[in-house]
């Protein structure tokens, strides 16, 4: 058997190992190190590689971008920087008719721009809005679905844990891909809002209207988010202006909504040692993905897989825009099985060579973050999707009286907001790039 054939081989042996639930970072491992021994006869190559890669791997500087977000989410979530935004949206849009789930997706959207992901994000609002949507006869799988959907905000609209590694993985500005995310993360919240409408109208049993309130009581509320809009335009706009680097924004977030936490009553010796705990046990979770899928990556070059395919596809003849809708097809297959860091560690060191070396009419890093974006969307689609959608579980696990059944259905109007943008994207790149020009 060639090295070429081993490495192809490797990815269906991979597959089979997470569909057995094997964690995805020791599954990229084994099949790593078991390929680096096939194809070197010997196992004291693989030992001497991950000694380097180890170190090589996370004395990143860009890596500590990672749970510095994490920390800044969970001390967000500490300030009650997700109660303030929900009210203030709710205050705005509650009394039309789908109007608190609505106030749901904008308040995901928020505290998306201050948390980073997207399972924080859903699980996060749950608390907050669930209530809400309940207390108003939101239908359960309604209620559940835009809350799901909502969630997936947390890894589009910047800052995002997910896009950053993919940055660190193509090698590409982690601002620039930031700047690119904030008009398809926008477009995303008001395509969630445009399905809340269409379902309300084709089910109008499904939700209620809540009381309008007056306007001194919505600007009180639109006061009281003033420490998101803080926090946010001192990390966005801090990297953006060229104050500091997203690492050291990150930082400057998570000492801010610390600080925030603390005056709000939310931070205590108590919480804040949890605090550090998760951040740790996340951090460590990412991380050690993070490795498993630097030496199976390495373990694939030794094999010549990503070039290999990508000459292949180049001799095919096909037209760029049919070789990236196969390939955001595959990621949507995907979605259903694995969770998006798994994904986008797994397959960017593939597919990313293919899509570089294809004639997109732009420059290769246009090329590049265009492509992230998309990639992060179709991901994203992922979490929503059966049966493995993450964010479903989450807030299902808050609401068990509603059955699963009933969300997956009501997801599917979101999950066709997001194909919709997808296409859009697709044939009209500028609307990505046009805060890069």
């Known amino acids: 058997m060639s090295n070429l054939e081993i490495g192809i081989y490797s990815f269906p042996v991979m597959l089979l190992m997470i569909f057995l639930r094997v964690p995805i970072g020791l599954a990229m491992f084994s099949v790593g190190f078991a390929g680096f021994y096939l ?3 010997s196992a004291r190559l693989p030992m001497a590689q991950l000694k380097d890669l180890a170190y090589s791997t996370f004395s990143n500087y860009s890596l500590s971008i990672v749970p510095m977000f994490l920390l800044m989410g969970y001390f967000a979530t500490l300030g009650g920087m997700s109660q303030a935004l929900f009210k203030a949206a709710e205050s705005w849009l509650g009394h039309r008719k789908g109007g608190v789930a609505m106030a749901a997706i904008g308040a995901c959207a928020g505290f998306g721009a201050i948390c980073g992901s997207s399972l924080a ?29 909502g969630g997936t905000l947390g890894i589009l609209i910047p800052p995002s844990v997910v896009l950053v590694i993919y940055a660190i993985l193509t090698e590409q500005n982690i601002a620039k891909l930031f700047l690119a995310a904030f008009i398809p993360g926008v477009i995303a919240a008001l395509g969630y809002m445009l399905a809340v409408s269409i379902y309300v109208r084709l089910k109008p049993a499904s939700a209620g209207v809540r009381e309008r309130m007056p306007y001194a009581e ?50 205590t010796w108590r919480t804040l040692l949890d605090s550090f705990t998760d951040t740790a046990r996340s951090s460590a979770m990412i991380f050690f993905i993070v490795l498993g899928a630097a030496f ?142």
């Open 39 to 41: 194809v070197m006869g």
């Open 121 to 149: 994000t859903a699980a996060t609002m749950s608390r907050v809005a669930l209530p809400e949507l309940r207390r108003y006869g939101y239908d359960g799988g309604f209620a559940t679905a835009t809350l799901a959907a």
């Open 218 to 267: 919505r600007l009180v509320a639109m006061l009281n988010v003033w420490p998101v809009l803080v926090v946010f335009v001192a990390v966005v706009g801090g990297i953006y202006g060229g104050f500091f680097t997203p690492t050291e924004g990150a930082a400057v977030g998570a000492l801010g909504t610390g600080i925030i936490a603390f005056f709000n009553g939310g931070l």
């Open 296 to 437: 199976y990556n390495l373990f694939l070059a030794r094999t010549r897989v990503p070039q290999e395919l990508s000459s292949w596809v180049i001799e095919q003849g096909l037209a760029p825009l049919a070789v990236l809708a196969v390939i955001l097809m595959i990621y949507l297959l995907l979605g259903c099985f694995m969770d998006s860091l798994s994904m986008i560690l797994l397959t960017i060191p593939i597919f990313f060579p293919v899509i570089t070396a294809l004639d997109f009419g732009m420059s290769e890093e246009h090329v590049a973050i265009w492509f992230g974006i998309l990639v992060l969307i179709v991901v994203e689609v992922g979490l929503i999707t059966p049966p493995v959608g993450m964010n479903l579980f989450i807030i299902n696990a808050m609401d068990p009286k509603t059955r699963m059944i009933d969300t997956y259905r009501a997801v599917l109007f979101f999950v066709a907001s997001d194909l919709l943008r997808v296409v859009l994207l697709v044939l009209f790149p500028s609307i990505t790039l046009f805060l890069l020009w």
